[in-house]
């Protein structure tokens, strides 16, 4: 692009599609001009434009993040990235989850130049919140990408109807209800209080 595209928020399109698609250093440079805005690219190029989070979805973020954060402390291994957190994926996606987690193996690949912008790893746990404006269709679709890109396990909260979608590679997909949901593989040991969760969705 010969200069950076400014997008309003206030009349914020769903998508944009430029042609010929953003290199990364013109991605990055979109998203530093357009901070209010969370900004993802599918593999095609596709550029995803999100609002800031409302009320409910920024306070369940919260929470997931608190608890997952409380949990990380009881042993500090790896990282642990929030929703404001980009990578660069190995189809050419940048993807931006509610949480992700980053197990030494994959942090010890990234220096200390690299870790100043979005991030050219996978996360081996990721979690997005599904929020009222999400499509559900379209998430699942992103999860997909997920788990084909490296990550070992991903979550899909919809706080609406209760209930959280598990992926994992090789496996169909899961639904899990209830009070709780167990954390496997990179995240063995976590539980996740969704009965606390939903609180965060009503006043």
């Known amino acids: 692009m010969s200069m950076i595209l400014h997008v309003d928020p206030a009349t914020l399109p769903r998508s944009l599609v430029i042609d010929p698609p953003m290199t990364d250093a013109e991605l990055t440079a979109f998203c530093l001009d357009n901070d209010a805005i969370q900004v993802e690219r599918t593999k095609e190029g596709r550029i995803l434009l999100n609002a800031p989070a409302g009320g409910y979805s920024s306070s369940g973020n919260a929470e997931l993040l608190t608890q997952f954060g409380i949990w990380w402390k009881t042993h500090q291994v790896g990282r642990v990235f929030d929703s404001s957190g980009g990578f660069n994926l190995a189809?050419?996606?940048?993807?931006?989850?509610?949480?992700?987690?980053?197990?030494?193996?994959?942090?010890?690949?990234?220096?200390?130049?690299?870790?100043?912008?979005?991030?050219?790893?996978?996360p081996d746990f990721v979690v997005e919140l599904l929020s009222q404006s999400d499509r559900l269709g379209e998430t699942q679709q992103k999860m997909e990408a997920w788990i084909a890109n490296g990550s070992r396990l991903a979550?899909?909260?919809?706080?609406?109807?209760?209930?959280?979608?598990?992926?994992?590679?090789?496996?169909?997909?899961?639904?899990?209800s209830g009070a709780s949901i167990a954390g496997e593989g990179p995240v063995v040991g976590f539980a996740l209080d969704l009965a606390e969760l939903w609180k965060r969705y009503k006043l």
């Open 155 to 176: 979550w899909l909260i919809d706080p609406f109807q209760k209930r959280v979608f598990t992926y994992k590679p090789g496996a169909a997909v899961g639904i899990v």
């Open 91 to 122: 189809d050419g996606s940048l993807l931006s989850p509610d949480l992700a987690y980053l197990l030494p193996e994959k942090l010890r690949h990234i220096t200390n130049e690299q870790f100043g912008t979005f991030l050219y790893a996978c």
